[in-house]
């Protein structure tokens, strides 16, 4: 199962999360989140990443040429898209694709989705666009998981995330906020106890 350890703005805090075992970092390129970064600095920490490591851009509703251009730059293994993207959208990207459903009170509709795009789970929430640190429904989001692979989000943290795996038999997990001393800051210690809750 990948591990992507999300909002990363710090070099020390993307090299801990690879020596505790994240596979994939992410990178937040919109503007309006606590967990932005530029994507010059953001090429500097892709740059002393391991080659096995996948990074991945977070961008919410911004023109496509601008997201395969910091794609280009970075450069990004794969796109994560938060907003209200479209299929024809997802269509003009050049990279694999991450796209973000939110998940309310009933299960989101998902059958639009061409199978190569990969659908992300988290707290349906137009202000914030993830990072919220709310869980979703797991029972709902196990019933999607079990008809397509899923990376699940929200709200994911040490004290659950064994709990979350367990019932939702997700292809990837996303945390951001539940690693975290401040937004965009990450605490080593609940890094290393993630992949050992993970572990057990």
Request: glycine residues 10%; charged residues 20%; positive net charge.
């Amino acid at each position: 199962m990948l591990v992507k350890i999300c909002g990363i703005t710090r070099i020390d805090d993307a090299l801990a999360a690879v020596e505790a075992g994240a596979g994939a970092i992410g990178f937040v390129f919109w503007p309006k989140s606590p967990r932005f970064i530029d994507p010059y600095r953001a090429r500097a920490i892709a740059a002393a990443l391991p080659p096995f490591v996948t990074t991945v851009g977070v961008f919410v509703d911004q023109p496509a040429e601008y997201v395969r251009g910091v794609a280009a730059l970075v450069p990004l293994g794969a796109v994560q898209l938060h907003g209200e993207e479209t299929v024809p959208y997802v269509s003009r990207m050049n990279r694999p694709v991450i796209k973000a459903v939110g998940v309310g009170a009933l299960a989101p509709s998902v059958t639009d989705w061409p199978i190569e795009v990969r659908l992300l789970l988290d707290v349906h929430d137009p202000e914030q666009r993830g990072g919220t640190g709310r869980t979703i429904d797991w029972r709902i989001a196990a019933g999607i998981a079990a008809s397509r692979a899923v990376v699940l989000a929200g709200g994911l943290t040490p004290d659950n995330v064994g709990q979350a795996v367990a019932q939702v038999k997700p292809c990837g997990i996303d945390v951001s906020s539940g690693v975290e001393r401040a937004p965009g800051v990450k605490d080593h210690g609940r890094l290393r106890a993630l992949f050992e809750a993970l572990k057990s």
